[in-house]
């Protein structure tokens, strides 16, 4: 009998015997029942453990598929990291990740939610339908090669500091192994991959919520690239994204400034306010902002001024109460100015419904699979960069961080928009050394070279094994959507989005 069964039962019964004698069970048939109860509850506890520890013949087939396509995703993935395009301009990036999967027998759907660079690749029909996200924009100013030290490939131009090359490549490769497993008729259902665009500035998933792209997914999966490896049970931060705009009216600065009303005071006035405000709100909340527009010269009374801010936290009813007093300091700012404003929503995300009973099959399946190997020269490349970066020098993780007492690190996402529409099983890999900062050179570096190769390579494998679970286990997917009705009760998912399309870059919206 497996070992940690045998350890559940002998701590049980002793369990037992510590309750007073004047309350034990007495008869012999009941002890008999009791322990045969325990036994039952014991192997129940332990049976998504022993099935990971002896995965299924598909499963297996699975994993394999990726290691024999393992060359085809790491090309896929080194040519978006090359492309590097930001937000809805990831026309290349889109475009080889589409045609790749139609080249593989998927259908594909260009242009979802008015997005040129979104697509869904689908493949097999009927129930149960299973999706898992692709991302692959990067963002402005991080061009880096793949070398430990900073260097540009081309200054100023875009580089991957979030990996999402990594995150659309791995994504397609976990997504093609199951369609060779429907395609062979050892599953049965429906394999999705949906790529998503713009997650670093516009929230590509959230158009897609908001038109109902995922209404009828049984289970979503994503996973980021990052700096250690885990099943994700800790939330990210739900946020709104505004635009503040005052009008005032221009005069001469010196010839006439009684005449003028200043936007610019407006804003100051209002950011005043906000700062005030910090110390009035709960330590989980954030306010950070950018004066994005305050004049064009010293001597005449700007006419119009624009603030953009971002609000955060961990509860989007704490947004939401945020959104609505920063509304009144705008209003208060206007007022003591003689100016006008105006505040606009952008954008938004919520916070990620989090899914513990999904978090329990993929921590199984990283664990059957186990951490990758590193090279000498791989491990010296890491602690390189962790010289660079003044962080502890020790190298790639080498463990599976525990579902229980992960910390909450702050950031938001779209794909917390997608959990509140079906349930999501989340997953994080180590693609860079530990403490390596996000959203920095050392990010684009390892993605770029054998470091984030083997971690990207690694999700795919943990995300085909735990989609393979859901099709084969109904009873698991049963567990993880009644989880997720439980959690979402009656709430349902409105967009932080203004009315209309998608902001199109003004390159795109014509091509």
Not at 446 to 453: A, D, E, F, L
């Amino acid at each position: 009998m497996h070992g940690s069964i045998v350890r559940c039962i002998v701590e049980a019964q002793s369990s037992l015997r510590s309750i007073p004698k004047q309350i034990r069970l007495g008869s012999a048939s009941m002890r008999r029942f009791v322990a045969v109860t325990v036994t039952m509850l014991c192997l129940l506890l332990h049976v998504g453990s022993v099935q990971a520890a002896n995965p299924s013949v598909v499963k297996r087939a699975a994993v394999a598929s990726i290691d024999r396509h393992s060359a085809e995703i790491i090309h896929l993935s080194d040519q978006v990291w090359a492309f590097a395009e930001t937000a809805l301009r990831e026309h290349r990036s889109a475009e080889l990740l589409a045609g790749y999967a139609q080249a593989q027998g998927f259908r594909v759907e260009r242009g979802i939610s008015g997005m040129p660079t979104a697509f869904l690749a689908s493949f097999g029909e009927g129930k149960p339908i299973i999706g898992i996200m692709g991302e692959y924009d990067a963002l402005p100013g991080l061009s880096q090669q793949a070398t430990a030290t900073k260097a540009p490939l081309v200054q100023g131009a875009p580089g991957h500091g979030c990996g999402h090359n990594m995150f659309g490549a791995g994504s397609l490769g976990a997504a093609l192994a199951i369609k060779e497993q429907i395609e062979a008729g050892k599953l049965k259902g429906t394999i999705r991959y949906y790529g998503t665009p713009a997650e670093e500035a516009v929230g590509g998933k959230t158009y897609m919520a908001r038109d109902g792209v995922f209404d009828d997914v049984d289970v979503m999966l994503a996973w980021h690239p990052g700096d250690r490896t885990m099943a994700d049970t800790v939330s990210s931060q739900a946020m709104v994204d505004v635009i503040v705009e005052f009008k005032g009216r221009s005069a001469h600065a010196a010839y006439d400034p009684w005449n003028g009303r200043s936007a610019l005071d407006g804003v100051e006035v209002f950011l005043h306010g906000v700062n005030l405000m910090r110390e009035h709100i709960k330590p989980s909340s954030r306010l950070h902002y950018s004066i994005v527009a305050g004049g064009d010269v010293p001597n005449v009374v700007p006419e119009n001024a624009k603030v953009w801010l971002w609000a955060r936290d961990w509860q989007r009813t704490e947004v939401e109460d945020l959104l609505a007093r920063v509304r009144k300091l705008a209003e208060g700012a206007a007022i003591m100015t003689e100016t006008s404003s105006s505040l606009s929503v952008q954008a938004g995300s919520w916070e990620l419904l989090t899914n513990l009973a999904g978090a329990r099959l993929l921590n199984d399946n990283l664990q059957w699979l186990g951490i990758p190997k590193y090279s000498a020269e791989e491990d010296q490349f890491a602690r390189a960069i962790q010289r660079a970066t003044g962080t502890d020098v020790m190298g790639m993780s080498a463990s599976i961080e525990s579902l229980e007492g992960q910390e909450p690190e702050g950031g938001s996402t779209d794909v917390g928009d997608v959990s509140w529409v079906a349930p999501t099983l989340h997953l994080t890999v180590a693609t860079a050394p530990r403490g390596t900062p996000s959203h920095a050179w050392p990010v684009v570096a390892t993605g770029g070279m054998s470091i984030g190769h083997k971690g990207m390579l690694f999700a795919a494998k943990t995300l085909a094994a735990t989609m393979v679970d859901l099709y084969e286990r109904p009873a698991s997917l049963k567990d993880v959507r009644a989880e997720f009705e439980k959690k979402r009760g009656d709430v349902r998912f409105k967009a932080y989005l203004p009315d209309g399309p998608p902001p199109l870059p003004a390159a795109a919206s014509h091509e």
